[in-house]
């Protein structure tokens, strides 16, 4: 009977969840996905490049709110069990009340592992494929970008400026500055139109100059037809992988390198050094670390049960219960700023959790035994 009891409310903690997380997740989805629209409005990107970058971006989202919405969940379902009597039932069955919490922290180990997966391997990944769209993309909508009166520099190293863009598609008085390397290009036009060839857009343009500038010397070339190709330049959009994007065995091997040679080493895109090593640690540090603090939520969340409302001050008591879980919330959001590689007798924040974990699971032990 036990067992049906505790199935019972675990199930309405998890269909709370669920509900609770789907609706908190597709509202901040929403919301950064219309952020996101600066990759087709501003950066050139295609509207697929756009929607799969977006779409992406779901785990990540999810992933931060699993530790306030199992609290909430937690939390609310206790409540409503008091508030209906229905806590009563656990009591009338011979369960003591740090059974009870010893079986809500158990409980929290599920949407603990759920949480590792997410962070350690899910997010890293569809991270990785969300950029990876954006590197391999060209910039397909850079043409429809190309406005009068307007400085136009969704290409990396590249600006535009037209004076004048007709309904004809007909451009007038086009100033073009190509920088690169060693020097830069400045090509001037009185006129101009937008081709497309073999999948790459073009600026034809006519009587005009282009001035090279290095260095070492200027020259200037007149001509009356020229083609720019506009296809070959890059996006604005970042596109060197994150911290946050790498994969969680790549930074693992990052710290024990550093830790053991103290140099590094560079592979790929990935750069492991002193300058990254700070971020490495605390990208670990939530991934690994910030999970445990669900099973405290659990706790925090689990301690509504010590008073019943027929107590005095219980309103008080739920109130001060879930400002607790609350400023927990916080804290674990917060810690990483308070964490540092080289620093680390003042990164004692790591162990936190597992002192705090150790101190509850002995304190339930030594209740027991009263």
């Not at 590197?135 to 009166?149: A, G, H, T, W």
């Not at 596109?239 to 550093?258: A, G, H, M, V």
Request: charged share 20%; glycine share 4%.
């Amino acid at each position: 009977m036990k067992k049906l009891i505790f199935r019972n409310i675990f199930k309405d903690i998890t269909y709370f969840f669920l509900i609770t997380s789907l609706a908190l997740t597709l509202i901040v989805w929403v919301i950064q996905a219309v952020n996101y629209l600066d990759f087709v409005s501003e950066d050139g990107h295609s509207f697929k490049v756009y929607f799969m970058y977006s779409l992406l971006s779901l785990p990540k989202i999810f992933n931060k709110l699993i530790l306030f919405v199992f609290f909430i969940s937690v939390f609310f379902t206790i409540s409503k069990y008091e508030e209906n009597n229905e806590i009563l039932i656990f009591w009338t069955y011979g369960i003591k009340k740090t059974e009870f919490l010893n079986k809500i922290i158990k409980f929290s180990f599920l949407y603990f592992a759920l949480s590792i997966i997410l962070s350690v391997f899910l997010v890293p990944k569809t991270q990785d494929i969300a950029k990876s769209f954006i590197r391999d993309s060209n910039i397909e909508y850079l043409p429809s970008l190309i406005k009068s009166q307007h400085f136009n520099d969704a290409a990396s190293n590249l600006t535009i400026f037209v004076e004048e863009k007709t309904s004809e598609g007909l451009i007038k008085n086009i100033f073009i500055k190509d920088s690169y390397k060693d020097g830069s290009q400045i090509i001037s036009a009185k006129e101009g139109l937008l081709a497309k060839k073999n999948d790459s857009f073009y600026l034809i343009l006519y009587n005009g100059n282009i001035i090279n500038l290095s260095k070492k010397n200027t020259n200037v070339i007149k001509f009356e037809k020229s083609e720019f190709n506009l296809s070959k330049y890059e996006t604005r959009s970042t596109i060197f992988p994150k911290i946050q994007e790498t994969d969680s065995s790549r930074l693992l091997e990052c710290l024990n390198s550093f830790r053991t040679t103290k140099q590094g080493y560079e592979r790929g895109l990935f750069r492991c050094n002193e300058s990254s090593i700070d971020a490495v640690f605390k990208e670990i540090y939530k991934r690994l670390i910030l999970p445990f603090y669900i099973i405290l939520a659990a706790f925090v969340g689990g301690c509504l049960v010590i008073k019943s409302k027929t107590q005095i001050n219980f309103s008080k008591f739920k109130s001060i219960i879930f400002l607790l879980g609350f400023l927990l919330i916080i804290f674990s959001e917060g810690s990483s700023n308070f964490i540092n590689y080289f620093s680390l007798n003042k990164s004692f924040i790591v162990i936190i959790p597992f002192v705090l974990i150790t101190f509850v699971y002995l304190t339930i032990l030594i209740n027991k035994k009263i």
